[in-house]
Protein backbone atom coordinates (compact mmCIF):
# COMPACT_ATOMS: atom_id res chain seq x y z
CA UNK A 1 0.00 0.00 0.00
CA UNK A 2 0.91 3.39 -0.94
CA UNK A 3 1.18 6.48 2.18
CA UNK A 4 0.59 9.68 1.44
CA UNK A 5 1.50 12.11 4.33
CA UNK A 6 0.82 15.91 4.42
CA UNK A 7 3.01 18.08 6.91
CA UNK A 8 3.18 21.57 7.64
CA UNK A 9 6.55 23.91 8.89
CA UNK A 10 5.64 24.98 12.42
CA UNK A 11 5.38 28.27 11.88
CA UNK A 12 3.07 27.58 8.69
CA UNK A 13 4.98 28.69 5.97
CA UNK A 14 5.20 25.14 4.36
CA UNK A 15 3.27 22.69 3.43
CA UNK A 16 4.76 19.06 2.01
CA UNK A 17 3.06 16.36 1.01
CA UNK A 18 4.98 13.60 0.52
CA UNK A 19 4.20 10.29 -1.31
CA UNK A 20 5.28 6.59 -1.01
CA UNK A 21 4.19 4.97 -4.44
CA UNK A 22 5.95 2.27 -5.13
CA UNK A 23 2.94 -0.20 -4.64
CA UNK A 24 1.05 2.34 -7.20
CA UNK A 25 3.29 1.69 -9.64
CA UNK A 26 3.42 -2.05 -9.53
CA UNK A 27 -0.05 -2.04 -10.00
CA UNK A 28 -0.23 0.26 -13.34
CA UNK A 29 3.34 -1.93 -14.12
CA UNK A 30 0.95 -5.44 -14.31
CA UNK A 31 -1.76 -3.69 -16.19
CA UNK A 32 -0.57 -2.05 -18.59
CA UNK A 33 2.70 -3.78 -18.70
CA UNK A 34 4.80 -1.20 -19.28
CA UNK A 35 8.73 -0.41 -20.55
CA UNK A 36 11.03 0.92 -18.46
CA UNK A 37 10.41 4.31 -19.55
CA UNK A 38 7.12 4.15 -19.84
CA UNK A 39 6.80 3.16 -15.87
CA UNK A 40 9.12 5.98 -14.86
CA UNK A 41 6.92 8.47 -16.79
CA UNK A 42 3.51 6.79 -15.70
CA UNK A 43 4.80 6.14 -12.39
CA UNK A 44 5.76 9.92 -11.82
CA UNK A 45 2.41 11.13 -13.27
CA UNK A 46 0.74 8.82 -10.94
CA UNK A 47 2.66 9.99 -7.90
CA UNK A 48 1.37 13.88 -8.84
CA UNK A 49 -1.79 12.88 -9.50
CA UNK A 50 -2.38 11.25 -5.88
CA UNK A 51 -0.71 14.21 -4.26
CA UNK A 52 -2.78 16.42 -6.09
CA UNK A 53 -6.07 14.99 -5.95
CA UNK A 54 -5.10 14.89 -1.51
CA UNK A 55 -5.64 18.68 -1.67
CA UNK A 56 -9.18 18.54 -3.14
CA UNK A 57 -11.89 19.43 -0.42
CA UNK A 58 -14.77 16.99 -1.37
CA UNK A 59 -14.63 13.48 -0.86
CA UNK A 60 -16.53 12.79 -4.22
CA UNK A 61 -14.16 15.33 -6.03
CA UNK A 62 -11.53 14.39 -8.71
CA UNK A 63 -8.63 15.58 -10.67
CA UNK A 64 -7.31 14.82 -13.84
CA UNK A 65 -3.78 14.97 -14.60
CA UNK A 66 -3.52 15.20 -18.68
CA UNK A 67 -0.25 15.33 -20.15
CA UNK A 68 -0.44 15.75 -23.71
CA UNK A 69 3.14 15.66 -25.70
CA UNK A 70 4.24 15.07 -29.05
CA UNK A 71 6.78 12.18 -27.94
CA UNK A 72 6.67 8.82 -28.67
CA UNK A 73 5.39 7.84 -25.66
CA UNK A 74 1.85 9.55 -26.43
CA UNK A 75 -0.59 11.24 -24.13
CA UNK A 76 -0.58 10.51 -20.16
CA UNK A 77 -3.78 9.90 -18.15
CA UNK A 78 -4.02 10.32 -14.65
CA UNK A 79 -7.40 10.50 -12.51
CA UNK A 80 -6.94 10.85 -8.66
CA UNK A 81 -9.94 11.17 -6.27
CA UNK A 82 -9.74 13.28 -2.64
CA UNK A 83 -8.80 10.27 -0.65
CA UNK A 84 -5.20 9.71 -2.88
CA UNK A 85 -6.25 7.08 -4.95
CA UNK A 86 -4.90 6.94 -8.86
CA UNK A 87 -5.69 5.27 -12.05
CA UNK A 88 -4.06 6.21 -15.28
CA UNK A 89 -2.61 4.91 -18.09
CA UNK A 90 -0.05 6.39 -21.42
CA UNK A 91 -0.93 5.57 -24.86
CA UNK A 92 2.15 3.81 -25.55
CA UNK A 93 3.53 1.88 -23.30
CA UNK A 94 5.70 0.15 -24.97
CA UNK A 95 8.12 3.16 -25.78
CA UNK A 96 11.51 2.36 -24.76
CA UNK A 97 14.03 4.81 -24.97
CA UNK A 98 18.19 5.00 -24.74
CA UNK A 99 19.13 6.28 -21.02
CA UNK A 100 19.62 9.86 -21.29
CA UNK A 101 23.40 12.13 -20.82
CA UNK A 102 22.83 11.32 -16.53
CA UNK A 103 22.02 8.02 -17.30
CA UNK A 104 18.30 8.19 -16.32
CA UNK A 105 14.89 7.31 -18.00
CA UNK A 106 14.49 9.54 -20.64
CA UNK A 107 11.01 10.24 -19.56
CA UNK A 108 11.70 14.32 -21.31
CA UNK A 109 12.60 12.72 -24.28
CA UNK A 110 9.62 10.53 -24.35
CA UNK A 111 6.69 13.05 -23.43
CA UNK A 112 8.03 15.79 -25.32
CA UNK A 113 6.87 19.18 -26.24
CA UNK A 114 3.43 19.89 -25.84
CA UNK A 115 0.72 20.96 -21.92
CA UNK A 116 0.00 19.92 -19.07
CA UNK A 117 -3.59 19.93 -18.17
CA UNK A 118 -5.34 20.13 -14.99
CA UNK A 119 -9.02 19.53 -14.43
CA UNK A 120 -10.75 19.48 -11.64
CA UNK A 121 -14.12 17.99 -10.98
CA UNK A 122 -15.45 19.30 -7.50
CA UNK A 123 -19.55 18.70 -8.39
CA UNK A 124 -20.12 21.71 -10.14
CA UNK A 125 -21.67 22.35 -13.26
CA UNK A 126 -18.33 23.22 -15.01
CA UNK A 127 -14.92 21.64 -14.07
CA UNK A 128 -12.05 23.25 -13.82
CA UNK A 129 -9.40 23.42 -16.36
CA UNK A 130 -5.95 24.50 -15.92
CA UNK A 131 -2.74 24.72 -18.27
CA UNK A 132 0.74 25.08 -18.95
CA UNK A 133 3.26 24.46 -21.32
CA UNK A 134 5.65 21.06 -20.75
CA UNK A 135 9.07 22.84 -19.55
CA UNK A 136 10.69 19.98 -19.83
CA UNK A 137 8.66 16.65 -19.94
CA UNK A 138 9.96 15.28 -16.99
CA UNK A 139 6.95 15.70 -15.31
CA UNK A 140 8.45 16.86 -11.61
CA UNK A 141 9.17 20.83 -13.03
CA UNK A 142 6.13 20.82 -15.46
CA UNK A 143 4.28 20.23 -12.32
CA UNK A 144 5.88 23.20 -10.49
CA UNK A 145 5.58 25.20 -13.31
CA UNK A 146 2.26 24.42 -13.31
CA UNK A 147 1.43 25.88 -10.07
CA UNK A 148 3.31 28.88 -10.13
CA UNK A 149 1.64 29.73 -13.42
CA UNK A 150 -1.91 28.50 -13.18
CA UNK A 151 -2.29 28.82 -9.69
CA UNK A 152 -0.07 31.25 -8.44
CA UNK A 153 1.57 28.86 -6.06
CA UNK A 154 5.21 29.09 -5.33
CA UNK A 155 6.01 25.17 -6.12
CA UNK A 156 8.95 22.81 -5.48
CA UNK A 157 8.31 19.57 -7.07
CA UNK A 158 10.29 15.88 -6.85
CA UNK A 159 9.09 12.80 -8.79
CA UNK A 160 10.93 9.57 -8.62
CA UNK A 161 10.77 6.00 -9.87
CA UNK A 162 13.55 3.84 -9.92
CA UNK A 163 13.60 0.10 -11.56
CA UNK A 164 15.92 -2.67 -11.50
CA UNK A 165 17.36 -4.21 -14.29
CA UNK A 166 14.90 -6.45 -14.42
CA UNK A 167 12.23 -4.25 -14.65
CA UNK A 168 10.67 -4.22 -11.38
CA UNK A 169 9.68 -1.24 -9.37
CA UNK A 170 11.71 -1.05 -5.98
CA UNK A 171 11.51 2.63 -5.60
CA UNK A 172 8.42 5.54 -5.74
CA UNK A 173 7.51 8.90 -4.69
CA UNK A 174 7.76 12.40 -4.92
CA UNK A 175 6.40 15.43 -2.99
CA UNK A 176 5.36 18.99 -3.91
CA UNK A 177 6.28 21.39 -1.65
CA UNK A 178 3.98 24.77 -1.29
CA UNK A 179 4.59 27.62 0.16
CA UNK A 180 1.27 29.54 1.97
CA UNK A 181 0.71 33.08 0.58
CA UNK A 182 2.05 35.52 3.39
CA UNK A 183 5.26 32.90 3.19
CA UNK A 184 9.39 34.59 1.88
CA UNK A 185 9.18 33.67 -1.39
CA UNK A 186 12.78 33.34 -1.34
CA UNK A 187 12.46 30.12 0.79
CA UNK A 188 12.50 28.68 -2.73
CA UNK A 189 15.56 28.72 -4.26
CA UNK A 190 17.25 27.78 -0.74
CA UNK A 191 15.06 24.78 -0.46
CA UNK A 192 15.84 23.10 -4.19
CA UNK A 193 19.35 24.09 -3.29
CA UNK A 194 18.69 21.77 -0.60
CA UNK A 195 16.70 19.37 -1.85
CA UNK A 196 19.66 18.76 -5.03
CA UNK A 197 22.35 18.07 -2.56
CA UNK A 198 20.16 15.73 -1.48
CA UNK A 199 19.85 11.73 -2.73
CA UNK A 200 17.25 11.18 -5.09
CA UNK A 201 13.66 10.42 -3.28
CA UNK A 202 13.24 6.90 -5.11
CA UNK A 203 16.23 5.71 -4.17
CA UNK A 204 15.92 6.83 -0.22
CA UNK A 205 12.50 5.07 -0.95
CA UNK A 206 13.92 1.90 -2.61
CA UNK A 207 16.29 1.86 0.51
CA UNK A 208 13.72 1.93 2.88
CA UNK A 209 14.13 4.99 4.64
CA UNK A 210 10.89 6.38 6.92
CA UNK A 211 9.08 9.32 5.40
CA UNK A 212 9.55 11.09 8.47
CA UNK A 213 13.49 10.66 8.18
CA UNK A 214 13.03 12.16 4.15
CA UNK A 215 11.07 14.75 5.41
CA UNK A 216 13.71 15.85 7.80
CA UNK A 217 16.17 15.80 5.10
CA UNK A 218 13.91 18.34 3.13
CA UNK A 219 13.23 20.57 5.80
CA UNK A 220 16.44 20.64 6.92
CA UNK A 221 16.58 23.37 9.90
CA UNK A 222 13.66 24.31 9.58
CA UNK A 223 10.65 22.47 12.59
CA UNK A 224 7.47 20.95 11.16
CA UNK A 225 4.77 18.26 12.10
CA UNK A 226 3.04 15.70 10.33
CA UNK A 227 -0.38 16.60 10.27
CA UNK A 228 -1.94 13.81 8.35
CA UNK A 229 -0.81 9.60 7.35
CA UNK A 230 -3.08 7.85 4.79
CA UNK A 231 -2.86 5.07 2.57
CA UNK A 232 -3.29 5.38 -1.22
CA UNK A 233 -3.68 3.35 -3.74
CA UNK A 234 -4.35 1.94 -7.40
CA UNK A 235 -7.92 2.12 -7.84
CA UNK A 236 -10.00 2.40 -11.02
CA UNK A 237 -14.10 2.30 -10.23
CA UNK A 238 -15.20 1.48 -13.38
CA UNK A 239 -18.12 -1.19 -13.25
CA UNK A 240 -20.81 -2.61 -16.19
CA UNK A 241 -23.44 -0.24 -15.15
CA UNK A 242 -20.90 2.85 -16.24
CA UNK A 243 -20.27 1.10 -20.03
CA UNK A 244 -23.60 0.40 -20.26
CA UNK A 245 -24.78 3.82 -19.47
CA UNK A 246 -21.56 5.14 -21.55
CA UNK A 247 -23.15 3.35 -24.62
CA UNK A 248 -26.65 4.13 -24.21
CA UNK A 249 -25.14 7.84 -24.94
CA UNK A 250 -23.78 6.99 -28.20
CA UNK A 251 -27.76 7.29 -29.39
CA UNK A 252 -29.87 4.81 -31.25
CA UNK A 253 -27.84 5.27 -34.77
CA UNK A 254 -24.63 3.99 -33.59
CA UNK A 255 -26.21 1.11 -30.86
CA UNK A 256 -28.78 -0.22 -33.96
CA UNK A 257 -25.16 -0.34 -36.28
CA UNK A 258 -23.22 -2.13 -33.55
CA UNK A 259 -26.33 -4.73 -33.12
CA UNK A 260 -26.54 -5.59 -36.54
CA UNK A 261 -24.32 -7.87 -37.17
CA UNK A 262 -25.75 -9.86 -33.98
CA UNK A 263 -21.98 -10.33 -32.35
CA UNK A 264 -21.30 -9.40 -28.89
CA UNK A 265 -19.81 -5.84 -28.45
CA UNK A 266 -16.76 -5.84 -26.10
CA UNK A 267 -15.29 -3.06 -23.94
CA UNK A 268 -12.38 -2.55 -22.04
CA UNK A 269 -11.27 -0.19 -19.49
CA UNK A 270 -8.17 2.17 -20.46
CA UNK A 271 -7.21 2.08 -16.93
CA UNK A 272 -7.45 -1.35 -15.26
CA UNK A 273 -7.94 -3.66 -18.53
CA UNK A 274 -11.01 -4.87 -16.95
CA UNK A 275 -12.92 -6.71 -20.44
CA UNK A 276 -16.76 -6.10 -20.28
CA UNK A 277 -18.63 -8.04 -22.74
CA UNK A 278 -22.47 -7.12 -23.31
CA UNK A 279 -24.26 -10.13 -25.57
CA UNK A 280 -26.74 -9.32 -28.24
CA UNK A 281 -29.80 -9.36 -25.56
CA UNK A 282 -27.88 -6.66 -23.48
CA UNK A 283 -26.52 -4.52 -26.44
CA UNK A 284 -30.62 -4.82 -27.69
CA UNK A 285 -32.08 -3.61 -24.34
CA UNK A 286 -29.57 -0.79 -24.37
CA UNK A 287 -30.89 0.23 -27.87
CA UNK A 288 -34.75 -0.23 -26.33
CA UNK A 289 -33.56 2.13 -23.62
CA UNK A 290 -31.70 4.35 -26.03
CA UNK A 291 -34.90 4.84 -28.56
CA UNK A 292 -37.35 5.31 -25.25
CA UNK A 293 -35.26 8.24 -23.93
CA UNK A 294 -35.82 9.77 -27.05
CA UNK A 295 -39.46 9.65 -27.33
ZN1 LIG B 1 -11.45 0.13 -14.89
Redesign the pocket.
Known amino acids: MGTLTTSLSQDGSIRIIFSQSTSIVTEAQRIHRLSKTATAALGRALTATSIMASTLKNVTDSLTLQIKGDGPLGTILCVGEADGCV?GYVARPETELPLNAKGKFDVGGAVGAGQLYVIKDMGLNKPYVGVSNLISGEIAEDIAEYYAVSEQIPTVCALGVRVAETGECIGAGGFLLQLMPFADKGLIPKIEENISSLESISLMIAKGESVESILKKIYKDIAFDILDSCEAKYR???SKDKYAAALITLGEKELREMTEDNEPIEAR?N??D?KYIFSTEEMKELLEYAVRKNE
Open positions: RCNCCFCT
